[in-house]
């Protein structure tokens, strides 16, 4: 079954704590997205990564970090520099042979405790 | 000016009309535009891909491109309720990358 997973599906954040928000696609799609969306708003871009071991800042990248390792996996961390974490987080990968169309994952939704 | 412009809504049409969402962008070199369906509290589902300047039609959705004008829209015939959401405009603007920039979504309400 192809597709995009996230997990978890809903994760707590102490104050201080760094989190990490798993991100897997089984589609050998090369490029993959963060992006965050707060209540009512749009989807913005925190990190994307276009091939393995390379990754570029989006619009809002302060306060995140993110690692490509395997084409597969684009996991983000949220860290304690990242002062209002609270958002649903959407991960995504691009099939460049479909004209660029990109695919979501179901989101990991963040809360501050 | 917002790179991408949605009228945040709500938009409500009685079961049946047709539903006429829009969407403006900025960067006139734009060539990939989307429509993605957002139910409450779930991700972002593709609608509607557009490329190339007029029409193009998938079963009860439309979507219009004018590049000239900066425009992008999507019609939603026989609505349903269903069809309640928020529709989200996504354009791939020039720059590299790929990366796609969101309108702020519609919400759209179709009422029995």
Known sequence: ?113 | QKEVEQNSGPLSVPEGAIASLNCTYSDRGSQSFFWYRQYSGKSPELIMSIYSNGDKEDGRFTAQLNKASQYVSLLIRDSQPSDSATYLCAVILTGGGNKLTFGTGTQLKVEL
């Open chain 1, 1 to 113: 079954d192809g597709g995009i997973t996230q997990s978890p599906k809903y994760l707590f954040r102490k104050e201080g704590q760094n989190v990490t928000l798993s991100c897997e696609q089984n589609l050998n799609h090369d490029a993959m997205y963060w992006y965050r969306q707060d209540p009512g708003q749009g989807l913005r871009l925190i990190y994307y990564s276009q091939i393995v071991n390379d990754f570029q800042k989006g619009d809002i990248a302060e306060g995140y970090s993110v690692s490509r390792e395997k084409k597969e996996s684009f996991p983000l961390t949220v860290t304690s520099a990242q002062k209002n974490p609270t958002a649903f987080y959407l991960c995504a990968s691009r099939d460049s042979l479909a004209k660029n169309i990109q695919y979501f994952g179901a989101g990991t939704r963040l809360s501050v405790l």
